[in-house]
């Protein structure tokens, strides 16, 4: 047995410490000589004591490290180490986030930004207004607007801030989609001209305080920081004008998380129809809110990275290319490498006279799988007949006649996929092996073409000089043979879904011939 103070030294801990351990029930001394108050430990003690100092580094509080000391199965001190390292995680999301808001505004000194500005993430307060929404030419007619509508409407009804709404999403230098807004504290008369709304911020907003003359660069401050820290802006960005002519700018924000979690909504949901989505949509406009879209001005300027430029619902819910299914209320796709599948709600507005579909699209696999908002996809509608798959997709012709060409007769071997011949490159892999989908092609000198797909039987197609004809499904392939340094390659078209039915642009496998 060991006094208290030899134990001391042996784990290089203080007397007072021990005795604090014991006040606690943390370390309690196997014996206790009653006449003289001497405090004796066994050698086990020994490990406690160690065991306790290993806890403390890491981080856990008495209380808990007593929890540990009275756990006696493997899975409760599981349980209570996966705790803690919830609580490092936490913390080191929360480190992480803070080092990067001083490194962007280090950046921002660095690289001389003359404007300095406060924001802070949090939750907010609503705000109840009287508005007009229009096409203003320039901001500034939006701020006298909202004087009027403040000059118009009884002292007793209006509060001390004027808003305007700023609903664009890219840089503009006039005609502006802004809500020019003034604050009222009850109800608009019937008949008045403005129209009346509550504005939600429903998660956290990005705010930071500016003069009216500083907006422009708040703006680029703002939009720079968020980028820097992992927030996506998921709404419109509001002006709140103060009467001592401060002026705040909010924006609803989602943070990101630094790790991606896996996003895949596999589960398939029971077919319910709906009679109205059935037809052929066009995409009109990509917007963080469904409040952002305006139908006579669409906002989103890159229509030609959009895949699905159109829409069909084939009647019973029936998928084609990356469209698996839809049902009422929700549409299922899958694509990318590797597959992702994902189910988009969607609602539908009527609007100046026509049918629009606001479909949540969750196709930005980055911001999705942090912990992101689906983006809104705008489609109108121009067709309510019930398509085929056979009807909406490209049909090549594949009548021609077989022409031999001898350098492409043969066996030859998938090695890649590449956007256009002109971007191979031997050597340099552009494409997962294992995640191509052509195996083998033979070319035979009487115009027979043997293809081995992945998981396929070999499939029988033609050929002829230049082309890889498929007649039953009316696709034909071109192909190239080129010889780079020394080595024969073939090059073929890929004519997959996004060609047949999304008009891309095929891209190409590469073969190398049979050793």
Not at 196 to 211: G, M, N, Q, R
């Amino acid at each position: 047995m060991y006094k208290i103070g030899e134990l001391s030294k042996l784990c290089h801990l203080p007397v007072k410490t021990l005795r604090y351990y014991d006040s606690e029930g943390l370390l309690i001394p196997d014996r206790i000589d009653k006449f003289t108050g001497y405090r004796y430990y066994s050698a086990a003690r020994i490990a406690d004591c160690n065991r306790i100092i290993a806890l403390k580094e890491l981080g856990f509080s008495l209380a808990e490290i007593k929890q540990h000391m009275k756990a006696s199965r493997p899975e409760d001190i599981l349980a209570l180490m996966d705790v803690r390292r919830t609580e490092l995680e936490s913390a080191l999301s929360q480190t992480t986030s803070q080092l990067k808001q001083l490194a962007c505004i280090r950046r921002i000194i660095t690289e001389g930004e003359m404007n300095m500005f406060d924001m802070v993430i949090r939750s907010m307060d609503t705000l109840h207004v009287a508005g007009i929404r229009k096409i203003f030419k320039t901001k500034e007619d939006a701020y006298a607007t909202a004087q009027s509508i403040q000059s118009a409407l009884s002292a007793n009804m209006i509060g001390r801030q004027m808003i305007i709404i700023n609903y664009e999403t890219e840089y503009r230098e006039y005609n502006f989609d802004l809500a020019a807004c003034v604050e009222i504290t009850g109800k608009l008369p019937k008949g008045s001209e403005y129209y009346e709304k509550t504005i939600l911020f429903p998660d956290e907003a990005a705010s930071l305080v500016c003069s009216r003359n500083e907006l422009e660069a708040a703006y680029r401050f703002m939009a720079r920081r968020l980028e820097e820290t992992a927030c996506q802006i998921t709404g419109a960005f509001y002006e709140i004008y103060h009467d001592d002519g401060t002026v705040e700018l909010k924006v609803p924000v989602c943070r990101l998380l630094n790790d991606p979690v896996p996003v895949d909504d596999n589960a398939a949901l029971p077919f319910e129809n709906d009679a109205e989505v059935i037809g052929k949509w066009k995409f009109i406009d990509k917007v963080p809110s469904a409040e952002q879209f305006c139908p006579d001005r669409p906002k989103y300027s890159d229509s030609n990275n959009i895949w699905l430029k159109e829409l069909y619902f084939l009647p019973a819910g029936k998928g084609y290319w990356i469209v698996d299914s839809w049902t009422k209320g929700s549409l299922t796709t899958s694509f990318g490498y590797p597959k992702h599948t994902c189910r988009h709600h969607y609602s539908i507005q009527q609007q100046n006279g026509k049918t629009f579909m606001f479909i949540e699209m969750k196709d930005d696999f980055y911001r999705i799988s942090r912990g992101g908002k689906p983006e809104i996809h705008v489609f109108e509608k121009v067709s309510d007949q019930e398509y085929t798959q056979d009807e909406i997709r490209i049909h090549d012709r594949t009548d021609m006649p077989f022409v031999p060409d001898p350098a492409a007769l043969g066996k030859w071997i998938v090695q890649d996929l590449v956007d256009h011949p002109d971007c191979f490159s031997p050597g340099v892999q552009n494409f997962p092996k294992d995640g191509l989908f052509f195996r083998s092609i033979s070319l035979e000198d009487n115009g027979n073409a043997l293809v081995q797909y992945k998981g396929k039987p070999v499939s029988p197609l033609k050929w002829t000089n230049g082309f890889l004809l498929d007649q039953k499904n009316s696709i034909a392939e071109a192909y190239v043979v080129r010889r780079i340094d020394g080595v024969e390659y073939l090059l073929i078209e890929w004519k997959s879904g996004d060609y047949l039915f999304g008009g891309r642009r095929p891209d190409w496998y590469v073969f190398t011939r049979e050793s």
